[in-house]
């Protein structure tokens, strides 16, 4: 059974351990989630891919050795920043909040996550798929010394993934592709009192931005996500007032929906500079696929039932963002998002939790995983 104070109690630990990222240190909090889940009888192990970003992997062995089921939150925070009223480290309880750095994102979901796995241990739970659970470092800075290298070098190798990471009860099912370019233009120097002996690549530029903007690619219509977007991050050009610039670089962000490609953009982006310059340079700085899954899959439809039983207000819904949910779609892993924090708080100062959302967070999650044992089909021996 779900232990309301113990959960409380846990979560205020988790907040009182500084995991910022930036500067980046993981190593305390994880040492500490390993002995919590050593003490239940888990069978723990810790991995580094850079001093102190330290992972927590921990298997809940069950009877099924050929199936596995992956509950994921990390570990790292932002940067406090200034001006909190209650203290960021302190865990201070509040008119029915936790506030603190990471309530919200992300140590309501690993105490949720211990507290729904201590539950089970308690009640001699044995699923009949091997529980896996990774608390993972870097998530804020892009996951390259997390999640990402677990994948990739197949110490993470479950056959389904809830990733812990939303607010409010709320069940991601899609999400957009990410793409950041950076564009360099190559003009020609001249005096700026003589701009006609020169090529003007800020101009080249500002041709060009617009007429990607003006662009609309064709896509199909989402129920859970907004239309494409287009929005230039950053601009830098010319070396001086008096010159005509002859180097000019801007940086885009590119967001779009499932069924597109991001080839498209890239096209349609070498399309406009050839229409106005030769010399131009495509530099693709990340991408990150779009993500779908379907509704009536059992992750999706189990959490649906345990929130309702529950009484969570849960909204299936699309993520405008990039999340890692995406990192398991290469490695064919079907995956979902959800989360207990509460909407608007991450990355804020005085960061909180609504302590009924940790509380039905936990009851949800240990409901879910026992749902999911009787609804999931079992991959034969």
């Known amino acids: 059974m779900v232990d309301k104070a113990r959960l409380i109690s846990l979560a205020q630990e988790l907040i009182r351990i500084d995991s910022q990222n930036p500067p980046g240190n993981e190593a305390a909090l994880a040492h500490f989630t390993r002995a919590y889940l050593q003490k239940l009888g888990l069978a723990v192990k810790l991995f580094e891919f850079k001093k102190n970003r330290t992972n927590v992997l921990a298997t809940l062995a069950g009877r099924n050795k050929n199936y596995s089921l992956l509950l994921t939150p990390h570990l790292d925070t932002v940067p406090a920043g ?28 690993i105490a949720c996550a211990l ?91 500002i041709q060009i931005l617009s007429d990607l903007k003006k662009e609309r690619c064709a896509y199909v219509k989402n129920k859970y996500l907004k239309p494409p977007t287009l929005n230039i991050g950053t601009i830098r050009g010319g070396d001086k007032v008096n010159v005509v610039a002859d180097w000019c670089e801007f940086e885009l ?58 009484k969570a207000l849960s909204t299936i819904k699309g993520s405008e963002g990039a999340t890692v949910i995406t990192f398991f779609l290469d490695k064919q892993i079907p995956a979902v998002a959800t989360g207990f924090g509460s909407q608007g708080c991450a990355h804020t100062v005085d960061e909180y939790v609504k302590v009924d959302n940790l509380y039905k967070g936990a009851l949800v999650l240990e409901d879910f995983l026992s749902r999911y044992n009787k609804e999931i089909k079992w991959k034969e021996s």
């Open 82 to 109: 200034k001006n909190w009223r209650f203290s960021p480290f302190k865990a201070t309880v509040s008119g029915g909040k936790l506030y603190g750095l990471g309530a919200t994102d992300c140590k309501v979901n």
């Open 115 to 205: 507290e729904a796995i201590n539950s089970l241990v308690e009640e001699n739970t044995v699923l009949d798929y091997n529980l896996i659970f990774a608390a993972t470092a870097d998530e804020e800075c892009g996951s390259e010394l997390g999640l990402i290298p677990l994948l990739n070098k197949g110490i993470l190798k479950p056959d389904a993934a809830v990733v812990l990471d939303s607010d409010d009860f709320d069940i991601v099912v899609e999400q957009k592709g990410l793409l950041h370019v950076k564009i360099s233009l190559q003009g020609k120097r001249a005096h700026g009192a003589y701009p006609w002996l020169g090529v003007n690549a800020i101009d080249l530029a």
């Open 253 to 310: 962000d590119f967001r779009y929906l499932p069924q597109m490609k991001a080839k498209e953009f890239l096209d349609r982006a070498r399309a406009v500079c050839k229409k106005y310059t030769r010399k131009f340079r495509i530099e693709i700085q990340g991408v990150q696929k779009p993500y779908s899954i379907a509704k009536t899959h059992p992750l999706v439809s189990c959490l649906a039932q345990s929130m309702k039983k529950h």
